[in-house]
């Protein structure tokens, strides 16, 4: 059975740091594309950053340069390292997989994991 376990998310003023992680199992997803999205209160979920097999990297335009998303082909897993939070980023953060980037960004077929609260204060 597939599952995504993820972690790290948690409490941070603004100007902070965290990093979340999303340990996959009952599957071997290097081939795979991975990411993140978010649900922010009161607003719909939105895509935040993906990850190819290959490694190349996409992001949306309003984390550019603050996150970096990264893979541990040998560890299964993906990361979201965040900085220079703001409170705009308090939202829940959602690991994905799926084929492709495209289809991980239209949300077709993807796997979900639970969701991890991440809350910035100022």
């Known amino acids: 059975q597939v599952q995504l376990v993820e972690s790290g998310g948690g409490l941070v003023q603004a100007g902070g740091s965290l990093r979340l992680s999303c340990a996959a199992s009952?599957?071997?997803?290097?081939?795979?594309?991975m990411g993140w999205f978010r649900r922010a209160p009161g607003q719909e979920r939105e895509f935040v950053a993906a990850?190819?097999?290959?490694?190349?990297?996409t992001y949306a335009d309003s984390v550019k340069g603050r996150f970096t998303i990264s893979r541990d082909n040998a560890k299964n897993t993906v990361y979201l390292q965040m900085n220079s939070l703001k409170p705009e980023d308090t939202a829940v953060y959602y690991c994905?997989?799926?084929?492709?980037?495209?289809?991980?960004?239209?949300?077709?077929?993807?796997?979900w994991g639970q969701g991890t609260q991440v809350t910035v204060s100022s």
């Open positions: 009952g599957r071997t997803f290097s081939t795979y594309a």
């Open positions: 990850i190819s097999f290959s490694g190349a990297n």
């Open positions: 994905t997989v799926d084929f492709t980037i495209q289809q991980l960004r239209n949300e077709v077929g993807n796997i």
